[in-house]
């Protein structure tokens, strides 16, 4: 049972590049989201999924798109990747509204 | 516009003594509270939480205190081990309807000296 798993572990791109960023859980959550961390900033939510087929904004959506491919899967997509882009990102899942989320182990991604 | 707030950076505390780290919110529509504990270079875990229908949850040495007239939550561990040194975010739910959206505060810092 490995939760959720996130690849690739660590990225470096150059700016304009696009990538995206793979998450998968097989917790069978119906709810999915996408993460990023910045210094003194916390956790903001960039995207998330309530249920398999429906994606919403979150706080910090300009610049990625998303897709749920299917209940385990969803991933992070950045099409022209910028500096501000540089951050630590999370997938996590949770099962019903108000239950904990379970995040992964992290992306580390560099914009150069 | 932060609607959770962690206003200690970093605390330090002795092995064996309490920790409380602090956590303050604006919204009042949340009803649901999170602490969460995360090591470097790790993804954050679930601690412990609780509901706005309650006013403490214990869970071994986590205990978490929920006063809702001051809008206001807190982390109590003890007592605390080397182990525990991390950083603590503290999150809320309930704004936005049935979709689990948790709203994240600037996480603090807990080093605990053996």
């Known amino acids: 049972n490995a939760g959720v798993t996130q690849t690739p572990k660590f990225q470096v791109l150059k700016t304009g590049q696009s990538m995206t960023l793979q998450c998968a859980q097989d917790?069978?959550?119906?709810?999915m989201y996408w993460y990023r961390q910045d210094p003194g900033m916390g956790l903001r939510l960039i995207y998330y999924?309530?249920?398999?087929?429906?994606?919403d904004k979150g706080e910090v959506p300009n610049g990625y798109n998303v897709s749920r491919l299917n209940k385990r899967e969803f991933s992070l997509r950045l099409e022209s990747a910028a500096p501000s882009q540089t951050s630590v990102y999370f997938c996590?899942?949770?099962?019903?509204?108000?239950?904990?989320?379970?995040f992964g182990p992290g992306t580390r991604l560099t914009v150069l | 516009d932060q609607q959770v707030k962690q206003n200690s950076p970093s605390l330090s505390v002795q092995e064996g003594r309490i920790s409380i780290l602090n956590c303050d919110y604006t919204?009042?529509?949340?009803?649901?509270f999170l602490w969460y504990k995360k090591y470097p270079a790790e993804g954050p875990t679930f601690l412990i939480s609780?509901?706005?229908?309650?006013d403490k949850n214990e869970d071994g040495r986590f205990t978490v205190f929920l006063n809702k007239s001051a809008k206001h939550l807190s982390l109590h561990i003890v007592p605390s081990q080397p182990g525990d040194s991390a950083v603590y975010f503290c999150?809320?739910?309930?704004?936005?309807?049935?979709?689990?959206?948790?709203?994240f505060g600037t996480g603090t810092l807990l080093a605990v000296q053996p």
């Open positions: 996590a899942s949770s099962d019903r509204a108000g239950d904990e989320q379970f």
């Open positions: 917790m069978n959550h119906n709810s």
């Open positions: 999924s309530a249920s398999e087929g429906t994606t």
């Open positions: 919204n009042s529509m949340f009803d649901y």
């Open positions: 609780i509901s706005s229908i309650k």
């Open positions: 999150a809320a739910s309930g704004w936005g309807g049935a979709t689990n959206k948790l709203i």
